[in-house]
């Protein structure tokens, strides 16, 4: 079991219906500090069968659970964090400030594996113009919904 703690990327609802799937991301607003020497360090979530509580893009929250690498049925590979229950989701502090300072590492719209891989779970701002998109798992829809309506993708 592990605890971590970041800022929401994604409401509660946006990627699944019927559980509670969102991003969250470690960055610190103002103090220009990072999470390790890669810089910002962040996971998804997925609680199966439950929309409770309900996270808001920009909460900061703990979440206890276990590591997997298997989300959502048809997310494989990704790092996740599975909570046991909804009470293992706890939003400390609702629309979190730093959330509007985050800036993502630059990616181009078609990087190759070797260059994606090492941004897995960070926060990153797709740079070129988007002319279609794979839904193949929700990271791939998080890039067309991010950088579409907001001019940024957040990977997690």
Not at 28 to 38: D, N
Not at 68 to 93: C, F, H, K, Q
Request: charged share 20%; hydrophobic share 40%.
């Amino acid at each position: 079991m592990v605890s971590v703690e970041g800022i929401a990327l994604v409401d509660t609802g946006k990627w699944h219906n019927a559980a509670n799937y969102f991003a969250i991301v470690n960055r610190v607003s103002g103090s220009g500090a990072e999470a390790g020497p890669e810089g910002d360090a962040g996971v998804l979530v997925y609680l199966p069968g439950s929309c409770v509580p309900e996270v808001r893009a920009g909460d900061l929250v703990r979440v206890t659970g276990r590591v997997s690498v298997r989300g959502y049925t048809i997310d494989y590979g990704t790092t996740v964090i599975i909570p046991a229950r909804s009470e293992d989701i706890v939003v400390l502090e609702p629309q979190h400030a730093a959330v509007r300072a985050m800036a993502g590492v630059p990616i181009c719209t078609d990087p190759v594996f070797r260059e994606a891989e090492p941004l897995e779970g960070r926060l990153v701002t797709v740079e070129g113009r988007l002319s279609r998109y794979d839904n193949e798992g929700i990271t791939g829809q998080s890039v067309r919904q991010r950088s579409v309506r907001e001019g940024a993708a957040r990977l997690a």
